[in-house]
C-alpha cells in the first residue's frame, strides 16, 4: 500500500518509536516570536540547558511591534519590555534573529518561507498557532505551546503520536474572485471549527494544485482555524519555483539533491487516509464570516442566518450570542452590512500577490466616508519594500489607506492597531472571535479583494460583480 | 510541575461551546514574560465590566454580576466543566496558565482543541473528555446542586459524581505517568540524547542541506 504525504515526511522524522504508540519527532525549523518565547528560554536558564541546535531556530518580534513610524522605538513600555526580551534571549543562547529595524523582520509566517528557512518535507514549529501555514510546502508544521517551545529549544524533538490523515479534494477551476482564503473559509463552513480535530488535513485537487504558493499558504494557514494539527498541499513545480534562489534554500549540489527528494513528497495513488472529503470548486463563492467563530461563515450572496436552522441547542445558543455581540439582525444580507474599518495584512493575507490583489480593487477610487480607518499592513519589511517598488503604496494612500510598517498588527491587536467597542471590520486575517481585535470589536473575514471593496463601497459587495 | 492525583473539588459550569484561547486570555495579557499571575485576568473581558489592562489591580474593577465564575458559589471551584472544542484557536500556554492560577486543576469537557489539551498536560491539569450525555448530565446536576462537587481519580481514571455515579476516561499512558509524578518530559527526552544524534547524524547524510 502506498503512503500519504504525511506519513513520508513523519516517518523521516521518527527519532524514536515508544511502546506506548507515542514518539519522539525531530524537529527541523524552529521559528520564533517575542510572545510564546520568553517563559521558554527562562526555563533554559533556570535549568542550565542550551539550545540543542540554535541554528535550527530563527526569530523575528511581530506581534508587538508599531506599525507606524519605528524611529519612535516602542512606546507601550510593557510591550517594549517583550521585545527586549526577545533580542536578549537570541543574543544569549545564539540564535539569529531579525529584529524590528532590519528589513527581514515580519510577521514569522511571511518571513520563513520568504527566507527560504521553510523547505519541502520538513517539520516546522512555533509556538504559534498559525504554524500550519508552512505545511503549503509538503512539510509538516504545527503550533505549540511554551513548554513546547523549551523542549523543541533543549531537545530538537517533540513527543508526539501520530495523528489521523484527512484528505480534503477541491475538484475543478475556481471560480473568479475565489480565492485560497474562501476556499479555506468554504471548508471550515463545512467541516466546522472541531472538524479537523485529530487530523493532519492534506489539500488536494485541481483546484488547490492551480493556486500559487502564498494562496497555498493562506489555505493552510486556516487549517487550525478546522482544528486540524496541521494542514499540507503536496510538492509540485509551484513549490520547487518558489523555493529555488532564497536566502536559506539550498545551492549548487545540495539542491539537486534536495529537489530530487522533494520530487517524492505527494500522496501515493494508492494511499489510504483516514477521511476523506470532496468539494467541487464551482460551487465555492467569496466568503464573508457573520459571527464569532470562523465556523459561522457565509456566501457573500447569503443572509446572516436565522436561528430556526441551527442544528441543535447549542449550536442555537451560540448564534445567538454571536448575532448579539456582532449587532446583527437574523436574515439581514451580507451585502447590506456596512463597516467602519477595513485591516488588510496578517499571516494569512500579508503578502505581495493579497497587496496586488487590494490594490487592483481600490486603485483610483475612494474609501467610503462611513470608512474611519483602512490599513494596508504588509507581511514583512520585504512585501513592503516589493510592494513599495511596484507602486502599490501610492495607490492605497491615493484611496485614502493608512500603508503601515510590517507586523500582525490589527489581527490580534496586542499593539496600538484595534477595533473600539462596536466597531465592525472587514479583514483578512483569520479569526473572529469576540474581542480577538480589540474589546467589543466586530470581526468579518474575507480574503484581500473583498476587504478592498467593503472599504471603497463602505457595506460587503460580492467581487464577482465589482467593476 | 505539580503533580496531579485526585482531586475533590467544586464544579462550575462554563456552558458554552468552542470556548476560544482569547476568551480565556485575551491578548493584552501576553506581553508578560512570567507564568504566573494571570489568574486574575482569566476570562477577562466575559469577567469585567472594563477593559483590563496588564498588572492592573483587579479587586476594584466592576464584575459582570451575570458571568457565571462572579457567582458566590462558585468560587473556589476546582473543576471547569466545559462544552466542546473547549480551548480552541490561539496556543497561547498563558490560557491553561491563567486556568491554572485562578485554581482549577480540572477542565471536563466533551472535546477539547488539540494544542490547548497538550499544553493542558504541561502544567499540571488534568483536561478530561466525556461523552455529551454525560457532560449535559453533569450540567444538570452542577446547575441544580449548590456545592456541587465532582471526584476525580487519574491513577483509576474516574470521575465520580456526589451521587457515587462513576465515569471512566481515557487517558494517554505516558502524559499520565508524567502527570501523575509532576515530570519535566525535557528531562526525559535528554535521556535519549543518544538516539537524537544518531539521528542527525543519518539525516545529515541523506539531507545536509537541513543543517
Redesign the interface.
Known sequence: MGQTLFDKVWQQHI??Q?D?G?M?L?I?RHLVHE??S??AF??LRL?G?KP??A?AAVATPD??VPTTDRALGIT?A??R??VE?LDANCEEFGITEFGMNDIRQGVVHVMGPEQGLI?P??TVVC???HTSTHGAFGSIAM??????V??VL????L?Q?KPRVMRINVEGALPFGVTGKDVALFIIGKIG??GG??YALEFAGEAIRSLSMEGRMSLCNMA??A?A?CGMVAVDDVTIAYVKGRPYS?TGE??D??EL?WSELYSDGDAEFDAELAYDASEIVPQVSWGT?P?MVLPVNASVPDLATAKDD??R??WQ?ALEYMGLEANTPITEISIDKVFIGSCTNGRIEDFRAAAAIVKGKKVAANVKLALAVPGSGLVKAQAEAEGLDVIFREAGFEWREPGCSMC???NADRLEPGERCASTSN?N????QG?GGRTHLVSPAMAAAAGIAGHFVDIRDWS | MQAFTTLNGLVAPMDRANVDTDAIIPKQFLKSIKRTGYGPFLFDEWRYEDRGEPEMDCSNRPKRTDFVLNLPRYQGAQVLLARENFGCGSSREHAPWAILDCGFTCVIAPSFADIFYNNCFKNGILPIVLDDAIIDQLFKECVATEGYTLAVDLQAQAVTTPSGQSFSFEVDNFRKHCLLNGLDDIGLTLQESDSIHAYEAGRKQAAPWLF
Open positions: 527519532v524514536k515508544n506506548d507515542s519522539l525531530y527541523d510572545v510564546t520568553p517563559q527562562e526555563g535549568t540547558r540543542w541546535e541554528s506581534h508587538n507601550d510593557v510591550s519590555a517583550q526580551a523547505l518535507g520538513m509556538g504559534d498557532s503550533g505549540i505551546g511554551t513548554s513546547e523549551e523542549h533543549a531537545t530538537q524533538c513527543i503520536k471549527t472541531a480535530t485529530g487550525i482555524e482544528g494539527r539550498p545540495d539542491w539533491a534536495a527528494m467563530s465556523e447549542v449550536q445558543e451560540g450570542r490580534l491587536a496586542m479569526r472571535f469576540e474581542g480577538r474589546m
